[in-house]
């Protein structure tokens, strides 16, 4: 095997690193917060659907990195102290970050969001309460988002509210962090020009971010975080995978953050990313770390 040849990893191997990474991403994202006690090994277990063995050695890899603190056999605690960031630019930048469920674009945004300090404008959050009142209306399941009601009439009308409230604030002079899955959007060229030119009416740059992720670390996570939205999927995970493209990138200039089992962790990978967006603009920044 030559040097450059990475080894493949055993499944226990690919679980606890996939663990680790999504406890790693969930830290970074500031979702477990500094001083924040963990689940138990059982409960953690239970969440990833993994062994208690997978889970402690997945807890050994975290605390190596001194992301996790073990206070006592039992009990270990988050450790990411951290300051504010605030990063300023001369004119508007807009980051759009789409991806498949489960591949970690949303916490992809709310890390750029911390360090930078640009708002983070989510399609779920800012949507999901009317979207669910929506679809019981049209007599859905407020989790459906496979029907032609929801395909047709409502996914529609979250998108205009999404990109309304990231053009608001670009006018206010904000940078702009937009996270939805924009799968047909980004397969779109007329759409994303249309985008473009609207968002340069302000004076705004727009960069597009696809989060790619592997089936088996999607369903890891899908299964973790347990959302009924997700249920669907997980339910015949065989056809939702059929009906997808893995490989999909967008149908234009973009950035690729790769959010796989053993890939680079997403805080790295993101500040790398803010240092490509920034530079970009040939210098104009204007703020830093407060």
């Known amino acids: 095997m030559?040097?450059?040849?990475?080894?493949?990893?055993?499944?226990?191997?690919?679980?606890?690193?996939?663990?680790?990474?999504?406890?790693?991403?969930?830290?970074?994202?500031?979702?477990?917060?500094d001083g924040q006690a963990l689940p138990s090994t059982?409960?953690?277990?239970?969440?990833?659907?993994?062994?208690?063995?997978?889970i402690n050695e997945a807890m050994k890899l975290l605390i190596d990195e001194g992301l996790v603190l073990s206070q006592s056999r039992s009990k270990r605690t988050v450790h990411a102290p951290r300051q504010?960031?605030?990063?300023?630019?001369?004119?508007?930048?807009?980051?759009?970050?789409?991806?498949?469920?489960?591949?970690?674009?949303s916490e992809l945004?709310?890390?750029?969001?911390?360090?930078?300090?640009?708002?983070?404008?989510?399609?779920?959050?800012?949507?999901?309460?009317?979207?669910?009142?929506?679809?019981?209306?049209?007599?859905q399941s407020p989790n459906d988002r496979e029907s032609d009601p929801y395909m047709t009439i409502v996914r529609p009308r979250e998108y205009e509210a999404l990109m309304a409230t990231m053009v608001e604030n670009i006018d206010c002079g904000n940078s702009v962090?937009?996270?939805?899955?924009?799968?047909?959007?980004f397969a779109d060229r007329a759409w994303i020009d249309r985008t473009r030119e609207r968002l340069s009416g302000s004076n705004a740059t727009m960069s597009l971010v696809w989060v790619h992720c592997d089936a088996d670390t999607m369903h890891m996570y899908l299964r973790g975080r347990g959302a009924a939205r997700d249920a669907g999927k997980l339910s015949d995970w065989s056809s939702y995978l059929g009906n997808i493209k893995i490989g999909f990138r967008p149908n234009a200039p973009h950035h690729v953050i790769e959010n796989s089992g053993s890939s680079t962790p997403l805080q790295q990978q993101a500040?790398?990313?803010?240092?490509?967006?920034?530079?970009?603009?040939?210098?104009?920044?204007?703020?830093?770390q407060s």
């Open 42 to 54: 059982r409960e953690l277990a239970k969440q990833w659907n993994v062994s208690v063995f997978t």
């Open 2 to 33: 030559s040097a450059s040849t990475d080894p493949i990893p055993s499944p226990v191997e690919s679980r606890t690193r996939q663990v680790a990474r999504n406890i790693r991403t969930a830290i970074e994202a500031g979702q477990l917060k």
């Open 109 to 139: 945004g709310r890390i750029i969001a911390r360090e930078t300090g640009w708002p983070l404008i989510d399609k779920d959050t800012i949507t999901r309460p009317v979207v669910e009142a929506a679809l019981e209306l049209l007599g």
């Open 177 to 185: 962090i937009a996270t939805a899955p924009f799968i047909r959007e």
């Open 84 to 105: 504010r960031n605030e990063l300023r630019t001369v004119a508007p930048h807009v980051v759009l970050i789409g991806g498949y469920a489960g591949s970690g674009k």
């Open 271 to 288: 500040k790398a990313l803010i240092a490509t967006l920034t530079n970009d603009e040939t210098g104009k920044t204007t703020g830093a």
